[in-house]
């Protein structure tokens, strides 16, 4: 029995016949008519084919009937033919030996007098993805590209890249990407042209593992000739070849400015294409041809934005989405720009909410001081929607403009509004965001305290909302009347309270209040010291632990601890890094923009495609031996929480509820006792974060604000002998963009000992070897005698990386080396270690 | 380039189902259909048009109750697959006349052969009804247009959804007429959709027009179109919308923000008189697509208020004025308006010897639905209805209901004012005049009433 055709996953439903019976009495009928010439045979013939192809669509395995239906396929019927060859191909994979059986006829049809019958015939040949009739393939489709018509020629092109992927040394030895090249640079036919290019984008892309040439071979579809070629034909193509041919152009690097002009012109009458993914196109290589000239940057902006709002509002719903992902992004680099185009971005009541969250974000960003109370005003308008998270997005957005806007009066009377609203959601979110408001502008606090105030903590319910309260409660507790006694109550329900992080507030809390408010705090704090202890959660018990040896030490030390001048915070964490931005941007027109990840984090890497930035990197496979292609992983989940996390939450990661201790203390006013130092670290990271002075090291937050980096210049007045990171890491995607954008600081040539050529039998003991000496590998490539690799590596006590490209011959033993570094100064100094690193390579 | 092709019914049946490059495992349809069904995202509980699971992208849109799907690998151009999507749902529609579950399922052996031409081994070849003519030698089997439709043309434009379903004209490109011959005819359908948000004092906070210029040509030959719009059009006229709204309301020039063209269409003249000239493909297609913020005359006012009558009552009234001709009339208008969550009963009270109107409490989702079959222009229709509650409402009764929204169609009506003044064919086949249709059709996108 042969297995299962591809479809059949799907049971049949009810309705429809088992099969079985079925199945035999078509087989019967087949039988007979293959071999009938009786007038009208054909119709009979169609209308059994039909059955037949029904009962496959839907599932049922009728590969039995293989014999049947190819004896009938002698037939001049082109109906017939076509239902025949879309049978064969849906069983000749899963029916190798069967499969055999057609290619004669096939064959045959492939030399038919009609056109259409070659092409279909020579289509279906290809498409049996059996390997072991490949052999069959070459001399058809030989033909095929030389046929004189040109969609049998369409057809073989595609053809020589279905017969790559069953066997490329087939493909390959007859040298077909050298037909595909001629044609492409010679045929009449532009379809034929754009499926030359298209076979051998995706075919040189999978060679250049292998083969240099093959990588030359695609870096050169990059090069003048090439896309002037193209060019010159760009409105013979079809509306989707155009789209193949502009994506190849952003990626050209014109030699001058009148170049980019030549083409940005040419190019011009395709943004009033009606076809949204042209226009997207020939976005993306205005975008990007232009990157280096700042002010007609600018202009290509100015110029976008009306065609891409027309596509926005004339498209179908999902197309609307795409162009809205990628203004989304636009909106976010250059916010300014459309400052005055805000009400394009107000959210109508019958639109997804998928697309609502992403106009929600563009509001924020071109909020501007002129356009702010507008916004602010539309945005209250959907704080009563009905879609309720969307309503809670709106709330956030007010509050994020409010963090990012020097004239804040107006915004916070809204603010204010909302916490009267006596919508639960409303007001939990509204509470956060006062909080946020607070520690940004505290000189507020009057006027929000007093409605704070009036807020019962029986109607708070979410958490986050609740933590807020709670923090407003201990830090304003002078001025709210009833502070003592309403943490008082909250402590007396501690066992209802199920959210840590409420809890961690409501301690620290009741601290801060019993240094303002002693008399009153005195039996809170008690009671809450104690349940804190009782505490079945770790940091909540830890954190009372510290609390109460704290003010056992000494009472007033305790206080300057936990209760510090308060120092406003003037920026929130950004959510997403630049480099991950520019990296999405590099991807302009792709589905990063839409998921707002760059590739890597979503496509495994024989998928990239050639939407894919190409260089070196790109013909080395990478390298997993490191544990980089760990960290990528991890780096997605961080990137993918970044992502939902709003401004607000994000600063969460300094508030002490959620931090490790995997970091020092700092040092601090008033030496600790070394017994209580790890708590201690604890407190005081929560307290800088509150107050804003230079944040301790924390492993997140340095990566994120690159705070490594200005410590560490700040403690290095000399420059010290350089020590590298041992534990450094980066992405590939990071690599790429480093290596493209520094010069070369030095590009040197070493000698290497025998004994070190001898060892480089396994390539990988060489990048254990470097590893050992804090020098990483994260790509490495070739086949004796020579071998390429790329290091990276970074210095101790900065963020400073340097990046290595090394060939070594081992025939000559010499390797090239090529350094790039973000500090220059220091490349000699590097330069020296990796020689030496990599002299001690082989030696016992 | 794409990996699958396939069509799912709305209770996620496979209708149609190709496997361009056989990279993507078995079940892509049933990881697809469930994930939508069940999406799940934070807050977010619609699926987007696309989503990568197991690093299998999957795209869809929507057509006619149906789920156009792709799949891919690799990290494709999004606008490019959507694109793609929608024109073969069109190329499919323009061989089967009118497409559903139905006709599909009835004409697969032809859609078949039209996904094969359409795509090979995931890249397009061609979505052009013209080329794909020489290469399809199915006859599509065409189903009764008569008994699915039994309501006026413009009652297509009336589902409520934010893509145009196209002119009502429901016969294949290729079928041929019970006659034999064919009739000469083209169509040309100036299609508006109009949204307005008016604030609760009854001012026009925003307002926004987006048009289509659709055809559709049965003519043979392939002769020569001219389509002249009205000579004082201005493009790109008004600096930017916010500046765009004017006091005065549209007397004059017809200013577009912008617009775009169907690449058949040639402008050599379109800059000294405005005339667009084209050899239309077979099958329906935009020519032009325009959007404008200009100003212009709202074809309804909207009067919508609502006020506590008691501890647990409160009433709402509302008012729709349609301020158009009175020669013209709204088709199936519906107003909408969500009361407050706490809502148990609502008693309507129409307006006295009301014809053709319906209400509704909608329970589940608290709404207010009231359906007017049609409305003259000039006239005026109210609703009351008495709510009850189940408890107390606390501050504004304002904030917890509204907006009012509004969706109807109004044929032969546009507010753009623009216009098609000639329809030239070139070169005339036959003896018979061809017949023309140049119609007009304005629909309700987003049309809010704050309260």
């Known amino acids: 029995m042969a297995p299962p055709p591809p479809q059949s996953n799907r049971s049949p439903s009810p309705s429809q016949p088992s099969g079985k019976s079925e199945v035999s009495d078509l087989k019967l009928q087949l039988r007979q008519l293959a071999g009938s010439r009786a007038p009208g045979t054909d119709d009979s013939k169609r209308d059994l084919f039909k059955k037949v192809i029904s009962n496959m669509t839907i599932g049922i395995d009728v590969s039995s009937l293989f014999g049947e239906m190819v004896m009938c396929s002698a037939t001049s019927d082109i109906v017939l033919k076509k239902m025949c060859y879309l049978y064969v191909g849906n069983y000749a994979k899963v029916n190798p030996d069967l499969a055999l059986l057609t290619i004669n006829f096939l064959q045959r049809d492939c030399k038919d007098q009609d056109p259409m019958i070659r092409g279909l015939a020579l289509r279906s040949l290809c498409s049996l993805r059996v390997a072991n009739l490949v052999e069959y393939l070459v001399g058809p489709l030989g033909s095929g590209l030389k046929d004189n018509n040109s969609y049998v020629r369409t057809v073989a092109v595609i053809g020589v890249l279905k017969l790559y992927h069953i066997s490329a040394t087939t493909c390959i030895d007859a040298d077909f990407p050298e037909t595909l090249k001629h044609l492409m640079l010679n045929d009449q036919d532009t379809q034929v042209v754009a499926n030359c290019l298209s076979a051998l984008q995706e075919i040189w892309t999978l060679e250049s593992t292998t083969s240099e040439e093959a990588a030359r071979e695609r870096e050169n579809l990059h090069s003048k000739p090439y896309v002037y070629y193209f060019l010159n034909r760009i409105k013979e193509f079809s509306e989707w070849a155009q789209c193949l041919v502009m994506e190849l152009v952003a990626k050209y690097i014109p030699s001058d400015n009148s170049e980019i002009f030549d083409i940005m012109n040419l190019l011009e009458d395709r943004l009033q294409h009606a076809n949204g993914a042209v226009v997207l196109a020939t976005t993306k290589v205005f975008l990007h041809l232009t990157l280096s000239m700042a002010d007609v ?70 909020a501007n001081e002129s356009n702010t109370y507008e916004i602010v005003t539309e945005l209250c308008e959907y704080a009563a929607n009905v879609d309720i998270p969307i309503a809670r997005e709106s709330i956030r957005a007010v509050g994020k403009i409010a963090l990012q806007q020097y004239d804040v009066n107006a915004i916070v009377d809204r603010l204010l509004q909302f916490l009267e609203m006596e919508k639960d959601y409303v007001t939990s979110e509204a509470l956060v965001l006062v909080k946020d408001l607070l520690r940004k502008y505290p000189q507020w606090s009057q006027d929000c305290i007093a409605v704070v105030g009036n807020i019962s903590s029986n109607n708070v319910q979410e958490p986050k909302a609740k933590a807020a309260l ?139 495609g050639t939407l894919e930035f190409s260089d070196e990197l790109g013909n080395l ?42 970091y020092n203390a700092p040092s601090y006013n008033g030496s600790a006792p070394s017994a209580t130092s790890q708590p201690l670290a604890d407190l005081a990271f929560s307290s800088t974060g509150a107050t804003g002075q230079a944040p301790a090291p924390g492993l997140a937050i340095d990566d994120l604000l690159g705070l490594d980096f200005s410590v560490g210049t700040a403690t290095t007045p000399s420059p010290p002998p350089l020590t590298l990171n041992p534990k450094a890491v980066l992405d590939p995607g990071t690599f790429q963009q480093k290596w493209r954008q520094l010069p070369i600081s030095l590009s040197e040539e070493y000698s290497l000992s025998p004994l070190g050529i001898a060892s480089l039998v396994t390539p990988n003991a060489l990048l254990r070897h470097m590893q050992s000496h804090s020098i990483q590998c994260i790509a490495s490539g070739g086949q004796s005698p020579n071998f390429k690799f790329f290091f990276f590596a970074q210095k101790a006590e900065e963020a400073s990386i340097y990046l290595v490209e090394c060939i070594i011959n081992t025939s000559s033993a010499k390797s090239q080396i090529k350094i790039k570094a973000d500090d220059q100064s220091s490349s000699q100094a590097f330069s020296t270690l990796f020689q030496s690193a990599l002299s001690k390579f082989g030696l016992p | 380039m794409i990996s699958q092709f396939f069509v799912l019914s709305q209770r996620g049946d496979n209708i149609v189902f190709r496997d361009y490059r056989g990279e993507v495992p078995k079940g892509s349809a049933e990881i697809f259909f469930r994930k939508v069904k069940f999406w799940e995202d934070g807050e977010l509980q619609e699926a987007p048009p696309v989503f990568n699971v197991d690093g299998v992208n999957y795209f869809h849109v929507k057509v006619v109750g149906l789920l156009f799907v792709a799949t891919t690998r690799v990290n494709i151009s999004p606008s490019f697959v959507f694109e793609l999507l929608q024109r073969i749902a069109r190329v499919i529609k323009d061989y089967l006349g009118i497409l559903n579950e139905d006709s599909l399922r009835k004409n697969f052996v032809l859609v078949y052969e039209l996904l094969d031409e359409v795509i090979d081994f995931g890249y397009v070849q061609t979505t052009s009804t013209e080329l794909l003519k020489s290469y399809i030698f199915n006859e599509p089997l065409v189903i009764d247009a008569a008994r699915l439709s039994p309501l006026g043309p413009a009652a297509i434009f009336s589902q409520g959804t934010k893509r145009m379903p196209g002119i009502a004209v429901t016969k294949s490109v290729v079928a041929t007429e019970p006659g034999g011959r064919r009739r000469e005819e083209i169509f040309v359908d100036i299609i508006e959709k109009i949204s307005i948000t008016f604030s609760s004092s009854g001012y026009i906070l925003t307002s926004e027009i987006d048009g289509t210029i659709q055809m559709k040509s049965y003519l043979t030959g392939n002769p020569e179109i001219r389509l002249a719009l009205n000579e004082d059009l201005t493009i790109g006229g008004s600096q930017g919308p916010v500046s765009g709204y004017r006091s005065s309301s549209g007397s004059g020039a017809v200013i577009l923000d912008d617009c775009n063209f169907h690449e058949s269409v040639r402008l050599d003249s379109f800059d000294t008189n405005r005339t667009l000239s084209l050899i239309p493909p077979d099958g329906e297609f935009p020519v032009m697509n325009y959007r404008m913020t200009q100003a212009f005359k709202p074809p309804f006012r909207i009067n919508a208020l609502i006020e506590e009558t008691g501890s647990l009552k409160a009433e709402v009234y509302l008012k729709v004025s349609a301020e158009f001709a009175s020669s013209i009339t709204a088709n199936t208008v519906k107003v909408q308006m969500p009361l407050p969550k706490y809502t148990t009963r609502v008693s309507f009270e129409l307006e006295p010897g009301a014809n053709g109107q319906t209400t509704d409490f909608k329970e589940a989702n608290k709404r207010l639905e009231w359906s007017l079959k049609k409305i003259n222009g000039g006239s005026e229709h109210t609703l009351r209805a008495k709510l009850t509650f189940s408890q107390e409402s606390h501050g504004n009764i304002t904030k917890e209901s509204g907006p009012v929204s509004m969706t109807f169609t109004i044929p032969m009506y546009n507010v753009s004012q623009l216009q098609v003044k000639y329809l030239q064919i070139g070169k005339k086949s036959g003896t018979h005049e061809p017949y023309r249709w140049v119609r007009y059709v304005t629909q309700a996108n987003s049309y809010v009433a704050r309260i």
């Open chain 1, 297 to 366: 940057h600018q202009q290509v902006y100015e110029r976008i934005k009306a065609p891409l709002l027309t596509q926005v509002s004339s498209g179908s719903p999902e197309q609307s989405y795409a162009i809205l992902s990628h203004l989304h992004l636009l909106v976010m680099r250059a916010p300014y720009i459309f400052s005055s185009d805000y009400k394009h971005f107000y959210c109508q009541y019958n639109e997804p909410s998928y697309v609502k969250k992403l106009k929600l974000e563009m509001l924020t960003a071109v």
């Open chain 1, 470 to 608: 709670i923090w407003m409660l201990g830090e304003y507790s002078q001025d709210m009347h009833d502070a003592p006694y309403v943490l008082e109550s909250l402590v007396e329900n501690w066992d209802e309270e199920h959210s840590a992080e409420v809890r961690l507030h409501l301690l620290t809390a009741v601290m801060k209040c019993f240094f303002k408010r002693p008399p009153e705090t005195q039996k809170a704090l008690g009671a809450a010291l104690a349940a804190g202890l009782a505490d079945f959660h770790q940091d909540v018990h830890d954190r009372a632990l510290f609390y109460y040896r704290l003010l056992q030490y000494n009472v007033s030390v305790a206080e300057s601890v936990v209760n510090p001048p308060k120092q406003a915070v003037s920026v929130f964490a950004d959510t997403q890094s630049s480099e991950v931005k520019d990296r999405i941007f590099d991807e302009f027109n792709s589905l990063s923009v839409v998921y707002q990840k760059p590739s890597y984090m979503f496509t495994d890497k024989e998928h990239r």
């Open chain 1, 621 to 662: 496979s990478i390298n997993a031996e490191t544990g980089d292609s760990v960290v990528p992983a991890q780096r997605v989940e961080e990137n993918d929480k970044d992502l939902l996390l709003s401004t607000t939450e994000k600063d969460d990661v300094r508030d002490p509820g959620s931090n490790g201790s995997a």
